[in-house]
Structure formats: structure tokens, C-alpha cells
């Protein structure tokens, strides 16, 4: 079993930035796929960005240019860089874990709210 605890979440203004992190408790980074995902009020959940254990990133096209995704397999920890927020950002971030072969992990959320 393994635990994916998010923070970072707030609230900002228009333009302004946040990061959120996720923490594993225990080493997943090398093997699992780790992805964000958001899901605003009344809305589908959707993929925001991942990267694979080899390192490669995709993003969701509303956000390429203002998030990075990045982690530390030291830590455990995985994070998304989120700049030129947008109210349309708003949502509930989730973390999660994706394998093709073992359990799917999912963390409990953290709202990120833009507003003036």
C-alpha cells in the first residue's frame, strides 16, 4: 500500500504562482508513472500533466508553457510548478500513481483556488 499526500494548494491572485508537492510513502518514483490531475466543480476529472520514470513529461494543452511537473526520487516526492495561473485553473489537484501491472494509487486532493 502506498500513500500520496499533496500540499501546496491555496488560494492566489490572477498571474500569480504556486507548487504543489506529493509525497510517497515509499519509494514508487523509479517504476510508477506520476501524474496531476484537476477536477473543478461540476466538471470531469482531467489529466494535467505526468512524468514517466524515465523522465519524460506531457502536459495537457491549457497549461504547457505555465506548469512543470518535475520530482525527486530522493524525497519521494513529485511536484507541479504552476505559473500565470488563470481562474479557469481552479479545481481540486490529485495526485497520482499509474502502473501497468500494479495497483493505481490516488492522493486526496488539494484545492487551488484563483481569484482576485
Known amino acids: 500500500q502506498v500513500q500520496l499526500v499533496e500540499s501546496g494548494g491555496g488560494l492566489v491572485q490572477p498571474g500569480g504562482s504556486l507548487r504543489l508537492s506529493c509525497a510517497a510513502s515509499r519509494s514508487i518514483l523509479n517504476s510508477y508513472v506520476m501524474g496531476w490531475y484537476r477536477q473543478a466543480p461540476g466538471k470531469q476529472r482531467e489529466l494535467v500533466a505526468t512524468?514517466?520514470?524515465?523522465?519524460?513529461?506531457d502536459y495537457t494543452d491549457s497549461v504547457k508553457g505555465r506548469f512543470t511537473i518535475s520530482r525527486d526520487n530522493a524525497k519521494n516526492t513529485v511536484y507541479l510548478q504552476m505559473m500565470s495561473l488563470k481562474p479557469e485553473d481552479t479545481a481540486v489537484y490529485y495526485c497520482n500513481a499509474h502502473h501497468r501491472w500494479l495497483p493505481e494509487y490516488w492522493g486526496q486532493g488539494t484545492q487551488v483556488t484563483v481569484s482576485s
Open positions: 512524468i514517466t520514470n524515465g523522465g519524460t513529461t
